[in-house]
């Protein structure tokens, strides 16, 4: 065991860390929301949630009256992105809210069995613009018309997002 961690210190101090692989983006779906709501809607399928979606400013402001009492109680949703197998993919978004609030995304199948593509990702909103980035790689079969989902229940702190981004990473 001496040997071993002999030759994993002598690595980590003298061996030269290889410079990272560039990695290419290339863009699949981009809104500013400067054509309206640019095929979001909103979706309350359950727990009373309600609430609404207008384009003002090139921006999507949703209000909200009911959040229900599940994070999914409340949906802004985009159809039709084709996602492929094995693709790593990047969602950039810009969002703040009238207060704190969790938001949470995910990429998943349009339809029953409503298979989820990433894993539910949740992150904190405030009250002035700030931009979150995730990642995921798609498993499973390729789907051209697979849908995004931003849960906006379990609050009425309305929230306005100035921009969307999905990207395809390769290197």
Do not use: C
Not at 14 to 30: C, D, F, M, R
Not at 77 to 90: E, F, T, W
Not at 119 to 147: E, N
Not at 164 to 169: D, F, P, R, S, T
């Amino acid at each position: 065991a001496g040997n071993l961690d002999g030759t994993l210190v002598n690595a980590l101090l003298h061996n030269k860390i290889p410079e990272p692989a560039p990695v290419s983006a290339t863009p699949l779906y981009t809104s500013n929301f400067s054509k309206g709501t640019d095929g979001w809607s909103l979706f309350s399928p359950l727990g009373g949630a309600a609430g609404s979606l207008n384009v003002s400013g090139n921006k999507a402001n949703v209000t909200i009256s009911n959040g229900g009492t599940e994070a999914w109680h409340l949906l802004m949703i985009k159809d039709n992105l084709l996602l492929k197998s094995g693709g790593l993919y990047r969602l950039t978004f810009v969002v703040q809210s009238q207060a704190d609030r969790i938001i949470s995304f995910y990429a998943a199948k349009a339809s029953p069995p409503w298979t989820a593509y990433s894993s539910t990702i949740g992150f904190t909103a405030s009250t002035k613009p700030v931009t979150y980035t995730s990642t995921f790689a798609m498993p499973g079969a390729t789907d051209p018309a697979a849908r995004l989902w931003i849960g906006l229940g379990l609050s009425t702190s309305g929230v306005v997002i100035s921009s969307i981004k999905v990207e395809e990473l390769s290197r």
